[in-house]
């Protein structure tokens, strides 16, 4: 391996690191500063020797570095603690609730995929038409347009008014249809409208009007040569916004009384269940971070200038 890969293997490495590290701080001080849990466990009438011995039990009464250096220490050992509220392993509360969240936005960026994809070329091989106009008109109000909102409009019109799907929970494969067409909408937009930019410039490129006078069929030019040029930019951002509704779906979980991640954490920030709060936001980040350095090793092995 070359002297500069690995330079930049291990810059690479080293940013991910830092923002790991960075994420997991702010994560320990935003529990700090949310209040004694002390209280909600208690009760408001608790006497002040009964919420100092649970101090000393969670460990609060020790001092903030030495609180900030146990959880640290905590979280690179696989030790991600234990519930207030609960009083269950986070890991395994984590592990109970991550197939429902993983179920929903894999059906949401599958949606978003299967939609966002074709739109976007259809708008870039008609560019300046009414099909290009239409669907970026399309893509610009599925990044507009609130999640929560459009989730509770899906519930008035589909569950109330019409009956035909159900408002919330899970359970059958019809529960999984609102949630996921809610979830799908902002990736759906973005993907939309990065496959409108990077098919524009690919068709816009020699080697197209090469294919072209060549005599090769309008679709393979679209879908042999310039998509297939056009697909880093799509990937990448696929990735992305997987990890970003793995760690964010917390107002479509809320709206569908969804039982997973977002629904957990929620339920944690109304608690004060920071040791919770705690594990959930580091299992987001290391998710983060992972989708991140899996799109740089797909960089790597497509794009050998960036090896």
Partial sequence: MKASTVRRVGGRVAALFASLL???SLAFLLGRLSGDPTATILGPMAPEEQREALRQELGLDLPLVVQYVNYLKGVFTGDLGQSLQFYQSNTSMIADRLPFTLQLVAAGMALAVLVGVPLGVLAATREGTWWDRGASTLALLGQSVPVF??????????AVNLGWLPAGQSGTP?????????????PMAHIARLTRASMSEAL??????S???????RRRVVWRHAFKN???????IVVLQTGILLSGAVAVEYVYSWPGLGQLALQAI?????????AIVVFGALTFVMLNLFVDVIHSVVDPRVR
């Fill in 22 to 24: 960075i994420a997991l």
């Fill in 149 to 158: 909102w459009f989730g509770m409009m899906l519930v008035a019109l589909f």
């Fill in 174 to 186: 019809r529960h999984l249809i609102l949630p996921a067409l809610t979830m799908s909408v902002y």
């Fill in 204 to 209: 816009a490129e020699p080697y197209i009007d």
């Fill in 211 to 217: 294919a072209r006078a060549r005599g090769l069929s």
């Fill in 230 to 236: 056009s697909m880093m930019p799509i990937l990448t």
């Fill in 270 to 278: 109304q608690f004060r269940d920071f040791p919770l709060v705690q």
